[in-house]
């Protein structure tokens, strides 16, 4: 079992301090007043001896303490159950928003290695679960510790004995509950698997239904998933069976400590059995109500615990996130701006450094000049980019922008020279005006000349403005890569990063985003990754990466007169 | 939902004896309540030993036969709610491969798979619930009143006004408290939307420089979801206080009646005890109850869902008898006129006519959205035309049994796909004849591919074939197509993966064969082996030719060979 980080939850639940105070009182006021309806009930039942028997003064005095403790019990109920809300919710508020902010300052390196999903699972799934934990935690387990104990003591002062069995047998049904949700658990298990096993089967069939019907598989098919749909049928009536039997056995086991109470309680109140002392009718009624509740906050109490579990890993998972190391501060870091010189100088870097991957690279741009980057897939290309754009700090040697060593200059500064078009497009589900802008205040008829010279301006108006909510699934590939090229435009930075940004466009739309590139690049440093070989022949300089190292530099020309790996890569390219 | 009765069938009996047999427990629960007032009122004053020691004695058999009871309706709806879902998990799979892929768009390829996932577990769980607990509840909250009635008419006044304010209560909050969660959880969808964009957006977002926004940007949707769950939680939070004190009033207004009766001489002391015990019982099934309803309607979305799906009429039907006089004619495939339009969407093809005779290599030629793959969808008809005709062999394709057209046709997919299966088993999908198989792997060039694995033709595919590279899986599926053995071979852009001396081999070993082969691609270089070139643009035809006269009088053509040929030409 997880142990719950305690203390760091608590630093952030401290400034609702309040609501965990008003909490307690509140589960203490409610447990205690319920206690002491039933044995008003006792009470006033006792009046009940025969006819013309019924002391009503003293009914009327009983039954307006019941209204007392009831309406105490109620109000302190739904005053607790709100100040948990408000607990759990504003702490959970916190600890997201923390979260979101450390995403922030974490390095790229954190989100290269871990998959996306995880991390969204973390600000949302896990936080949701510490959630659901607090509140469980603070509505059931302080009220079932009090319940359980505030019970035994008035059942002993009743009758010793009747305590002693009810003691001493509930925890019959603790253990039932417990045995059968542990063996019950391994067959959850088992059907969660083999229902993951058919889900996969049937999308692989459904979606990639054109081969099973192409090849006449169909009923091939089916047999198969008869077969997977057996073993799941039984699966599933096993768990579910075995599942299912917890509630009537310790249903059964309360039952019986019911009757042994009704024995016992009987036999005393009838004066037979005298260890206990003798009870009235009404204590009898109190006694067996208790009986009847008793397990109640036990099991309460197990399903918090579970739940905490639950929680535990969750929360761990928060605050080891929260404590990943940050990307080193810039806060007193030089502004970095200028026309455009990029210089690298003895560069080595690697992901892993156990790996080497770029050795000693040394390189100088002019202002506006175009460098291509050429290569064999995973040969360094994005990770020179990594480097230029300050994603990855260099391992050793400097990335030098506009005389300043960038590690020396703030982060924004750096990104604000820098331009940048990648491969995966990237679109957020809004407005097109927040995808071009990301939320920075221009003109409207700034965007739209941008667009147009971006020739996105098409698009957009058959989308329907500007203002028409966009995402990934409603725009093609062409389309997204304009927008975000429109993007670049707009920011209109000295230079730029453009990295396969056209690999994933087809053939025609490649044309229209080519002329927005040119456009785009007129003038600026560029650093361009791409396949498209009239766009490298143009390049001011070549730099042909192999293994993380620049094997060759120089102008097409330059190179293909040298022949080597350049012309090998270059013919290859064009057959 | 009459219609899911047909998946209770096969288990009829157990889904029958399931609630009634729940409600024989139900039924000995009640009696409980009126064995503890005969102690109080017989056994106490009497101090008759026997008879509380028989009363304990009896309440424990019904708490024996109740669990009884209880099991064997716990079995049978387990039983009947589990063999419901698997015959209807059944019935839906068979049901997708009726439909027709126009049906399935329509549908929706992932929806599909939902209904019969979640919706159908869904489902199992509302029938497991409700063939429990639908009689159950009711029974006792409705047992209880009649049995407080029978006890006392006067004081079972009080449960008549009780169990219909408490429903009230209970029914109304729990919809306001859905209602609200619903808001709310659409506040936590916004908040895994701006998750997931700050990390898969991480590298744009820092190349502008947007972190502050962003943080900002979070905690304000944060705030407004706290804001949202606060709202939901303070309904929900009313539901046991206010139960609370409603069945308390009704406790006091009871042991009110029960006073004045008692002191009239009408009522005993341990029937003010039983009435007592029934109304304690109430409220924990009414709250049970409408859980119950909810679980229930919740299912009865998922049921309305599936029966939708087991609803639709697949839009396609093939002809029953074989054509037996296949026509020698030269052609093997001809276009008349041919428009499609997938749903309610533009015309993805534009009266399109051409032939391809036998034995040829016929290209199609065109960018995304041109219209290349709906060409080859409609020769096994994957779709139907909405104008013109198509002929295989010289015949109309809708006069063909569906078998005979598609065993006529071999299909390589755009997107290869390998199912979870030995790599054989792709290829062959059941007994291989062997020469048959190693041309299929030498002409499509897939030896490579099976010497790299370990275990050759019997190495498993993994989940997705992600054991498998994209050039891989192409090569596969198209030698899976050449060992279907069909004269006419349709190849959707099926070698945009290889490299160049693997594609050149391929196109080399294709030529040979004597089949009539149709493939498309965006680029002329992938058609060089092609005899005669369709050129297609948004859906119209601008040429249909060899490729030289096409780069002559075909302006389309023209520009898509200068784009991919102009670097080359350059040196």
């Known amino acids: 079992m997880k142990k719950i980080p305690l203390k760091r939850i608590m630093k952030y639940m401290k400034p609702h301090m309040p609501y965990l105070v008003l909490s307690l009182v509140c589960s203490l006021i409610y447990a205690l007043s319920a206690l002491f309806v039933p044995v008003m009930v006792g009470e006033s039942i006792d009046l009940f001896i025969g006819k013309k028997q019924v002391d009503f003064n003293r009914l009327w005095s009983i039954l307006g303490v019941i209204s007392g403790l009831a309406a105490a019990a109620g109000i302190s109920q739904y005053v607790q159950g709100v100040s948990n809300n408000r607990l759990a919710f504003m702490t959970i508020m916190d600890i997201r928003n923390a979260v979101i902010d450390k995403l922030q300052k974490l390095p790229l390196a954190y989100f290269d290695a871990k998959p996306s999903g995880e991390i969204v699972n973390s600000v949302v799934a896990d936080a949701e679960s510490l959630s659901d934990g607090i509140v469980l935690a603070f509505t059931q387990f302080f009220t079932g510790i009090v319940t359980i104990a505030g019970t035994l003591v008035l059942m002993f002062v009743y009758n010793p004995l009747i305590a002693l069995i009810v003691v001493g047998l509930t925890p019959m049904s603790l253990f039932a509950a417990k045995y059968f949700s542990s063996r019950t658990h391994a067959k959850f298990a088992l059907q969660a698997k083999l229902r993951a096993d058919e889900t996969s089967f049937i999308e692989e069939t459904v979606y990639n239904n054109k081969t099973v019907k192409a090849y006449g598989r169909e009923r091939a098919m089916e047999e198969k998933f008869e077969i997977i749909d057996e073993n799941l049928r039984k699966t599933a009536l096993d768990a579910t069976f075995y599942s299912s039997l917890t509630n009537p056995v310790t249903r059964f086991i309360n039952a019986v400590v019911y009757a042994a109470v009704a024995l016992v309680g009987g036999l005393s109140a009838a004066g037979i059995i005298t260890f206990g002392g003798t009870i009235t009718a009404g204590v009898l009624t109190c006694l067996l109500n208790y009986a009847g509740q008793y397990a109640k906050p036990f099991n309460e109490i197990s399903g918090v615990i579970t739940e905490l579990q639950a929680s535990a890993v969750g929360a761990n998972r928060i605050f080891s996130l929260l404590d990943a190391e940050e990307e080193p501060s810039d806060k007193d870091g030089k502004i970095i701006s200028g026309p455009g010189n990029v210089e690298l100088d003895n560069v080595c870097f690697s992901y892993d450094k156990s790996r080497e991957l770029i050795k000693n690279l040394s390189l100088k741009v002019e202002p506006g000049k175009h460098v291509a980057i050429v290569g064999p897939t995973g040969c360094g290309k994005t990770t020179l980019i990594n480097l230029l754009m300050r994603f990855y700090d260099v391992d050793s040697g400097a990335v030098i922008i506009n005389g300043t060593d960038v590690k020396e200059g703030t982060r924004h500064s750096l990104r604000d020279n820098w331009g940048m078009v990648l491969q995966e497009s990237w679109i957020r589900k809004t407005s097109v005006r927040e995808n071009l802008t990301l939320g920075s205040d221009i003109d409207d008829n700034r965007i739209l000349e941008a667009a147009r010279l971006c020739k996105a301006d098409g698009f957009i108006a058959r989308l329907g403005g500007l203002d028409t909510e966009i995402s990934d699934d409603s725009l093609s590939q062409g389309e997204r890569q304009l927008l975000c090229i429109t993007r670049v435009m707009l920011s209109n930075p000295g230079m730029l990063i453009l990295d396969e940004a056209t690999s994933a466009v087809d053939v025609r739309t490649e044309v229209k985003v080519s002329g927005a590139f040119d456009l785009l690049m007129k003038g600026k440093t560029s650093f361009i990754v791409a396949h498209r070989l009239s766009t490298i022949r143009n390049a001011d300089m070549i730099i042909v990466m192999r293994d993380g190292n620049v094997v060759d530099k120089g102008t097409h020309k330059e190179l293909l007169g040298k022949g080597g790996f350049y012309s090998d890569l270059y013919y290859g390219l064009v057959e | ?571």
């Open chain 2, 1 to 571: 939902m009459k219609s899911f009765l047909v998946f209770f069938e096969s288990r009829k009996t157990q889904s029958l004896l399931a609630p009634v047999l729940k409600l024989c427990e139900a039924l000995l629960e009640l009696l409980v309540p009126i064995f503890v007032a005969q102690i109080i009122d017989e056994g106490l004053p009497s101090g008759d030993s026997v008879f509380i020691w028989t009363r304990c004695a009896i309440l424990i058999g019904l708490a024996a036969a109740g669990l009884a009871f209880s099991v064997v309706s716990q079995y049978f709806s387990a039983v009947s709610a589990t063999g419901f879902a698997s015959s209807l998990r059944r019935a839906l799979y068979a049901k997708i491969n009726d439909l027709s892929f126009a049906d399935l768009d329509k549908a929706g390829a992932a929806a599909v798979v939902t209904r019969i996932t979640g919706d159908v577990e869904r489902l199992q769980t509302g029938v497991n619930m409700g063939l429990r607990l639908f009689l159950r509840s009711p029974f006792i909250v409705f047992g209880a009143v009649v049995a407080a009635f029978c006890v006392d008419a006067i004081g079972a006044t009080v449960f008549a006004v009780a169990v219909p304010v408490l429903a009230v209560i209970v029914f109304s909050i729990l919809l306001a408290g859905i209602k609200k969660y619903k808001i709310s959880q659409s506040g936590l969808e916004k908040l895994t939307l701006l998750t997931g964009e700050n990390v898969t957006g991480v590298r744009v977002l820092r190349a502008f420089a947007k972190e502050n926004e962003e943080t900002e940007k979070f905690a304000e949707a944060d705030e407004k979801y706290t804001k949202a769950q606060t709202v939901a939680g303070r309904i929900s939070a009313l539901m046991n206080p206010l139960t609370y004190v409603v069945i308390n009033f009704a406790i006091i207004t009871l042991l009110y009646i029960g006073g004045i009766e008692v002191d009239s001489g009408d009522l005993s002391k341990g029937q003010v005890v039983a009435l007592y015990n029934y109304l304690s019982q109430i409220l924990v099934e009414l709250i049970k109850f409408a859980n119950l309803i909810i679980t229930v309607s919740r299912a009865g979305a998922s049921g309305k869902r599936i029966k939708e799906l087991l609803d639709v009429k697949p839009s396609q039907s093939f002809a029953e008898n074989e054509i037996i006089s296949d026509s020698d004619s030269e052609i093997a495939v001809r276009f008349e006129n041919v428009s499609l339009s997938y749903g309610d969407g533009a015309k993805a093809l534009d009266g399109i006519s051409f032939e391809v005779k036998r034995g040829e290599i016929f290209g199609i030629l065109g960018g995304t959205g041109s219209g290349k793959s709906s060409v080859l969808n409609l020769i096994p008809r994957f779709y139907d035309a909405t104008e013109g005709k198509i002929f295989v062999d010289g015949n109309d394709v809708n006069l063909y049994p569906k078998k005979q057209l598609r065993d006529k046709v071999a299909v390589v997919m755009q997107k290869p796909f390998l199912l979870s299966d030995t790599v054989k088993n792709n290829i062959c999908f059941g007994e291989a004849d062997e020469t048959r198989l190693a041309e299929a792997i030498e002409v499509s060039q897939s030896a490579d591919v099976i010497a790299s694995k370990k275990d050759g033709l019997d190495e498993e595919v993994r989940r997705g074939g992600s054991n498998f590279s994209g050039g891989q899986k192409q090569r596969l599926s198209i030698a899976r197509a050449l060992y279907k053995n069909s004269e006419i071979v349709l190849m959707d852009d099926a070698s945009s993966a290889l490299d160049n001396i693997t594609e050149r081999k391929l196109r080399e070993g294709i030529a040979r064969l004597d089949k009539t082969v149709i493939m498309t691609s965006q680029r002329t270089t992938g058609l060089k082996c092609a005899q005669r070139i369709l050129v297609l643009e948004d859906g119209k035809a601008v040429g249909c030719d060899t490729p030289e006269n096409l780069l002559k009088n075909c302006a389309v053509y023209r520009e898509i060979y200068d784009l991919q040929n102009s670097d080359k030409e350059a040196e």
